[in-house]
């Protein structure tokens, strides 16, 4: 199947970018014609003894965008080919849940296949662990292509 439009769900972690880069590496970009690099931050609500904190706070995460933006720039220069002609958008987003803000930016940018990094974690270890690929793979309305981790991680 053609994919004009894809997005790749971008994490933080060395350990789930390298494969991406990897991936990009043979993947025949001739065909596409939009790229989105999608990254959301999770939003944490602690109960403290003098009531709820958030983490990152508004502040921190307006404090925190330049740097995450510039990140999800130099990994799309990893991933993507220097020879790729195309429109590439940027989407950095902050959630409680980061799997359905995602299921939903899918929905509003119509793409037809996202890319995931996945730790490859399974048997007893992963049967309690819902994982944000797995959400994409139950639940994204498009296709999903799971990267697996480099051997030996």
């Keep these: 199947m053609s994919h004009k439009k894809i997005a790749i769900a971008l994490p933080m972690e060395e350990k789930l970018l390298n494969p991406l880069h990897q991936w990009g590496s043979r993947f025949d970009w001739s065909h596409v014609r939009e790229v989105h690099i999608i990254h959301v931050v999770k939003k944490n609500v602690t109960p403290l003894e003098f009531g709820l904190i958030e983490m990152p706070d508004e502040t921190t995460y ?24 195309g429109e590439v958008y940027f989407h950095l987003n902050r959630d409680f849940s980061p799997d359905e803000e995602m299921i939903d930016i899918l929905k509003k940018t119509n793409v037809s296949l996202v890319v995931v990094s996945t730790r490859g974690k399974h048997g007893f270890s992963g049967l309690f662990h819902s994982s944000f690929t797995d959400q994409m793979v139950k639940f994204a309305p498009c296709d999903v292509y799971v990267v697996r981790p480099e051997v030996g991680i």
């Design 62 to 85: 307006q404090a925190m965008i330049p740097a995450l933006e510039m990140h999800l720039r130099d990994e799309a220069q990893k991933i993507i080919p220097k020879e790729y002609r």
